[in-house]
């Protein structure tokens, strides 16, 4: 018979098994991995793939991120809704309902579950043809499909198995019975001998490549568009023998996924030379497959991990570019040595970014970029037009400058002293004058002060007669220019007598030459010793200290919060009447708060560069993670722009041109007319005219169309702002199936 102390005992241990099981479990559950790396299962061809390894473990971290705790800040979400409503806000209201507001929350319950483990979308090939269909400027001109079209696929493994996605597809199906979308048909089919459920638009059941896939497979929930991909996934999963390599087997897959976090929370990858090949095949001109050729193979093939640690995100790039392929521009691939860090501020720098440069590099790789871009005769040697014209200025190229500056150049901003800037009765504000500076290292000072000199003259003749020269203690030059600038030269509607003064100080005849907007900081920066503080030992640096800036070749910094709590709060009180007005156009009432103490959660963000002999690197750290990421849709716009040189446009008066082609033109009469209503305030019940809108559209093509669509009728330009701008009935007409629905024509 068991005593009672040994019973006590057994019972203690069983216990602290059952106890050790459900927490070990737990930990498994929440933190443990993929056993198989999902690039194992997809093609070596695959163009595109976007990754999250342990949706359960990431959660677990952005529970506890400042990214959180900023995007549940209620002063951040109304700040969101607005900037959403004026970016996306339709003629009809608000874009996203109560009703729908609500839906959505629904399905992210019901989604989160779903969710849980590991989830992938992958591009794993693209359809030449649909590419000499693209119109950039204006958007697709084609079916977005017809370019992946039997070459997409997703999935989601979720951690309880896939009967965590059920739900999630059970409300989808009431959705599905309840509204009963027109032209879209269900049905089911088999690949590789497993069953699936698919969706169809009607007009192309007779096609699999249009057909959208759901299947399981053991623990996989997958999707995929067309029944080719999906096959080859479960061949690979299978391990089906003589299939062509796979996505890990790619040695610009190896090679990004090498530079990248191996802790990730989610790896994008995107395959460069791959696209290029279907560039290639798409664009008929020599000409443009050569420039396109010259764009995409510069760099084979990139990626990006984002990894959540301490709260902090933190980002990293990586492009391939060989040395043979790298085209450079005059960057010094050395690191950086920072000398310019010492020029800022521990407390008021509100902007730094320094580079490693080598401009006689340059100057030697000119002549041959010349070359391959076609350039022929005096074209074709750039470095020596540009050493004529320096000539006629009395300065010698190569002696006063390229052998002259050093391997470093740098840009800072800082706060000053207040100033107020107004327009009597109209406006008055007060805020902290910025100041900028620009830095340039020298290696030969002597040789550089004709340079300066003439710099300085240059200043002289836009800045004003004022003029004062010092000599400070360690032997530098200092020039400060000071001038005025009249506020009635720039046509603002005030007494000639507003004037704005400034002044401009330039620093030379020392091993360092630079263009600072204040004196007084100019001063402090000649001043400063090496080894002084900068704006790394500030504050609002600390949450970045665990970055490496060591060994990089340029880095970027911005201090988000001081730039956001230093001037937002003079904006917010000037716009705060027209940003509620604006607001209460999609129906929402937002009132700009005096100020956002959110963004000290998504902190400063910090960025460097390093360059080896294969590749870029890229880090950035920061609270919400990149926070330069809006530099990325600008360059995609003017990477559009030149991409469209490539392909043919429809024409305006194209009585082919696609529904979305002419719903994008009804889209840029509406936010002309928008533009137009708030500059002009004209009487409720307004119709305005084609010329009163015709300034105020910011498309070249609509903007020429003399008020008429690609099929030739006129526009209903509605009344303003009770009813919203429209195409003809005719115009509807020739668009049976979109029109089917109101919706479509209201977007």
């Given amino acids: 018979m068991l005593s009672r102390t040994r019973l006590i005992l057994l019972i203690l241990l069983a216990l602290f098994l059952v106890t050790a099981s459900v927490v070990g479990f737990g930990v498994y559950y929440v933190f443990s991995g993929p056993s198989v790396p999902v690039e194992k299962y997809l093609p070596t061809s695959t163009v595109a793939l976007a990754y999250v390894p342990n949706a359960a473990s990431s959660g677990v971290r952005i529970y506890s991120s400042r990214f959180l705790k900023v995007v549940s800040d209620k002063n951040a979400q109304d700040l969101?809704?607005?900037?959403?409503?004026?970016?996306?806000?339709?003629?009809?209201?608000?874009e996203v309902s109560p009703e729908m507001q609500k839906e959505l929350e629904q399905l992210g319950e019901k989604l989160g579950p779903a969710m849980s483990g590991e989830s992938f979308i992958a591009i794993t090939g693209l359809n030449p043809h649909a590419a000499r269909m693209i119109d950039i400027t204006r958007g697709p001109a084609f079916n977005p499909e017809q370019?992946?079209?039997?070459?997409?696929?997703?999935?989601?493994?979720?951690?309880?198995?896939?009967s965590a996605y059920d739900a999630f597809e059970q409300h989808?199906?009431?959705?599905?019975?309840?509204?009963?979308?027109?032209?879209?048909?269900?049905?089911?089919?088999?690949?590789?001998?497993?069953?699936y459920e698919y969706l169809v638009e009607s007009r192309n059941a007779s096609n699999p490549n249009c057909r959208f896939l759901r299947l399981k497979l053991d623990g996989w929930v997958l999707f995929s568009l067309g029944e080719a991909p999906m096959a080859d996934f479960i061949k690979r999963y299978r391990g089906t023998s003589?299939?062509?390599?796979?996505?890990?087997?790619?040695?610009?897959?190896?090679?990004?996924?090498?530079?990248l976090d191996p802790s990730a929370d989610a790896v994008t990858y995107v395959g460069m030379a791959e696209?290029?090949?279907?560039?290639k095949a798409a664009v008929t001109d020599p000409t443009h497959a050569q420039l396109a050729g010259l764009a995409l193979d510069w760099t084979p093939a990139m990626g990006m991990s984002a990894t959540v640690d301490n709260g902090?995100?933190?980002?990293?790039?990586?492009?391939?570019?060989?040395?043979?392929?790298?085209?450079?521009l005059g960057q010094f691939y050395a690191p950086c040595a920072y000398e310019t860090l010492r020029a800022t501020h521990p407390q008021h720098t509100l902007f730094y970014m320094a580079q490693a440069i080598d401009l006689k590099a340059l100057a030697a790789r000119l002549p041959q970029l010349a070359r391959q871009a076609g350039a022929t005769g005096e074209a074709a040697d750039p470095v020596r037009q540009i050493a004529k014209t320096v000539a006629l200025t009395g300065l010698d190229l190569e002696k006063n400058i390229l052998d002259a500056v050093g391997h470093e150049i740098a840009?800072?901003?800082?706060?000053?002293?207040?100033m107020e800037v107004g327009i009597p009765f109209l406006l008055s504000l007060k805020f902290q004058r910025p100041i900028s500076g620009m830095l340039i290292t020298l290696k030969d000072p002597a040789a550089f002060e004709p340079t300066a000199a003439l710099v300085i003259n240059i200043l002289k003749a836009f800045v004003g007669s004022g003029e004062h020269r010092e000599t400070v203690s360690n032997g530098y030059e200092l020039t400060t220019l000071q001038g005025r600038i009249s506020l009635r030269d720039y046509g603002l509607p005030v007494p000639p007598s507003m004037t704005v003064t400034y002044e401009v100080s330039i620093i030379s005849k020392g091993p360092m030459f630079g263009i600072i907007t204040s004196r007084e900081t100019a001063l402090r920066v000649l001043s400063t010793p090496k080894g002084a503080q900068t704006f790394m030992d500030g504050p609002n640096y600390a949450p970045l200290k665990g970055m490496n800036t060591s060994g990089s070749s340029g880095m970027i910094y911005l201090n988000t919060p001081q730039l956001v709590n230093t001037y937002y709060p003079v904006i917010a009180k000037q716009a705060r009447s027209a940003i509620s007005m604006i607001a209460a156009q999609y129906g929402a009432n937002i009132v700009l708060p005096d100020k956002l103490d959110f963004f000290e959660n998504a902190t400063a963000w910090v960025s460097t560069i390093k360059v080896g002999k294969t590749g870029?690197?890229?880090?950035?750290?920061?609270?919400?993670?990149?926070?330069?990421?809006?530099?990325?849709?600008?360059?995609?716009?003017?990477?559009?722009?030149a991409v469209s040189k490539l392909y043919v446009p429809p024409t305006a008066d194209d009585a082919s041109a696609p529904a979305i082609v002419v719903l994008k033109d009804l889209q840029a009469v509406r936010r002309a007319i928008k533009t137009w209503g708030i500059a002009r305030n004209p009487r409720s019940g307004t119709v305005p005219k084609w010329t009163d809108i015709q300034p105020f559209i910011d498309d070249p093509d609509v903007a020429k169309s003399n008020g008429k669509d690609r099929l030739g009728n006129p526009y209903d330009l509605g009344e303003y702002p009770r009813r919203a701008a429209d195409v003809s009935t005719a115009t509807k007409a020739a668009y049976p199936e979109e029109s089917r629905s109101r919706a479509f024509w209201t977007q």
């Fill in 312 to 328: 902090m995100i933190s980002d990293r790039y990586y492009y391939i570019m060989p040395e043979e392929r790298r085209i450079d």
């Fill in 411 to 418: 840009a800072f901003s800082e706060t000053g002293a207040e």
């Fill in 147 to 162: 370019f992946v079209a039997g070459h997409l696929i997703a999935g989601l493994k979720p951690k309880q198995g896939p």
């Fill in 80 to 94: 969101g809704t607005l900037i959403a409503g004026l970016i996306i806000g339709g003629a009809g209201g608000p």
């Fill in 242 to 259: 003589g299939l062509a390599p796979s996505l890990a087997e790619n040695p610009h897959f190896v090679e990004v996924k090498q530079h």
């Fill in 616 to 641: 870029l690197e890229m880090t950035s750290l920061s609270g919400v993670g990149n926070q330069g990421v809006v530099v990325y849709p600008v360059l995609a716009v003017l990477g559009g722009v």
């Fill in 275 to 279: 696209i290029a090949k279907t560039v």
């Fill in 172 to 195: 989808i199906r009431e959705r599905w019975e309840r509204d009963k979308p027109e032209g879209i048909e269900m049905g089911t089919g088999t690949v590789e001998g497993q069953p």
